[in-house]
């Protein structure tokens, strides 16, 4: 007799010992953090598990709410934009990690009213409020902003919107 994971998955019997193993061990790692299911997919595979038995488990966790791509992308971006990370980053992180389409403003209007917001806090938390700088000084900002994911063009109009002048 075979038993099955829930009755709204896929059957996939837990008397296959690897199965089971693998469940588990996607369940030890979902009650952690979120997890994307490329993610879950490396994990296991590094493990030695073979990939159609680790799709299938994935698959069924997936239909019973327990792994979601959508609320990892969620997660994650939420988590990034509070410690000050711009879209180009977080999009292209997220990315790397299996997730090809996400609505990544609708997550930012939920903590600021705009990116350029974003932007004017991460600034104004690292650095002192001042009304000129050297051009070499701006140069040195704008590339911490630029690593951290704002577009070129939102950094140049930040240099406005603080109304810093630029000493040669």
Same mark, same amino acid.
């Given at each position: ?42 994990? #296991? &595979?590094?493990? *030695?598990?073979?990939?159609? /038995?680790?799709?299938? +488990?994935?698959?069924? %966790? $997936? ?30 992180? #997220? &990315?790397?990690? *299996?997730?090809?389409?996400? /609505?990544?403003?609708? +997550?930012?209007?939920? %903590? $600021? ?56």
């Amino acid at each position: 007799m075979a038993v099955t994971i829930s009755n709204r998955s896929e059957k996939l019997p837990l008397n296959n010992p690897a199965a089971a193993e693998i469940r588990k061990i996607c369940l030890q790692l979902l009650g952690r953090r979120e997890h994307s299911r490329r993610e879950l997919l490396q994990k #296991l &595979r590094s493990k *030695g598990y073979a990939g159609d /038995d680790i799709q299938r +488990v994935i698959d069924a %966790l $997936a239909v019973d709410g327990w792994q979601s791509d959508q609320r990892f992308a969620e997660s994650y971006a939420r988590q990034r934009l509070e410690k000050g990370y711009g879209p180009l980053r977080i999009g292209n992180e #997220l &990315r790397q990690r *299996g997730i090809e389409e996400f /609505d990544l403003d609708s +997550v930012m209007e939920q %903590l $600021a009213d705009s990116w350029d917001e974003l932007l004017v806090r991460l600034y104004s938390r690292k650095y002192p409020a001042q009304d000129s700088m050297s051009r070499n000084e701006w140069a040195r900002r704008s590339r911490f902003l630029l690593q951290r994911g704002f577009a070129g063009e939102t950094v140049k109009a930040l240099l406005q919107h603080l109304k810093i002048k630029l000493a040669s």
